[in-house]
């Protein structure tokens, strides 16, 4: 498994991606039918090569993937490509059901909470949406930013979509008039990496940046409750903002009230605790691991799942055992093994 991988989990579904392919599978691996495999690289409608004024080719897409999620309710998956396709796919049973174009390379993407459409973030700093229920039709435009935007996210309720960039900012803005924004929510001092709304306690929000800061907001108002220098966590000794790194992932567990953040370059994950009638996170824990870890994602009823750079072991599942996230079960291991034959990435 060379150069980098992602992983997408929902209630009963597995999704294991690197490059232009991915892999999905149920979560009990039980039997070889249950894997689909697709590869972007055999989808039709390849959008034209950007041109230049004079009509030269400035870039050809490469078919690797760019960022992918299900539905909430796991019925859907969709994908954006370095080609500049978004693609949609039910997963009962699993079907590819359309091949749409996107104006720019995109960075991130969402499903409201209805499964009626996705939102797509670019990197010119718009937000298109696309239907769900009408997989053909094309995108509308809903914002903007003057900025790269590196994620988006949306309130449980589907009543407020909130945008993260390049230059610091993160706004809230109304989904059904997106040009009316509700608040700023400013702080960071570096680039806003990753944003997620907690889904049991829907006015809160959580972001981390490339200031290498987790921080609480009150997002409605634009009011921050809480900072955590993550360097000072693992290098007590340390001065905030002293070997900075970003954030790749958070992931959060209804069940437990718990978060796990996933940084770039260490093979570290934080383990937090939500105290949502306090407002208030909780550092719990630190796993440290022997490999690169491409990507972490809680599954409600499984557990922590971990994916890393081990071909032996390519993917974890961590268990709660006494308030600690515990090794993994033994029998993960005869599940890895029964993965990695398909994992083609």
Partial sequence: MAGS???????NGLVVRGGSRF??????????DSFFIYDCSKAERKPQEDKGEEGQTLYKGSDNILASTFSRSGNYFALTDDNKRLILFCTKPWKCLSIR???RRCTSLIFTATDEKILVADKSGDVYSFSVLAPCQGGKLELGHLSMLLDVAM?????????????????????A????????????TEFVSRIFVVPNHPDLLLSTSGDCTLRLWEYKVGKELQCFHLNKLRNPEATPFEKNFAVSRITYCCQENCIAILCDCIPVIYIFQLEGTKKQLIYKQQLTFNHRVW????????????LQECRE???LLYHLENGQWQDPLAWMIALAVSIRPHLII
């Fill in 5 to 11: 991988a992602a992983l997408d989990v929902s209630r």
């Fill in 23 to 32: 892999l999905a599978t149920g979560t009990d691996c039980s039997d070889d």
């Fill in 101 to 103: 174009t996107v104006v």
């Fill in 155 to 175: 309130s449980p309720d589907d009543r407020y979509i909130l945008t993260a960039d390049r230059d610091e900012k993160i706004r809230v803005s109304l989904f």
């Fill in 177 to 188: 008039a997106p040009h009316n924004i509700e608040s700023f929510c400013l702080g960071h």
């Fill in 295 to 306: 990507d972490i994602a809680f599954e409600e009823m499984q557990g922590l799942w971990i």
């Fill in 313 to 315: 072991v390519p993917v």
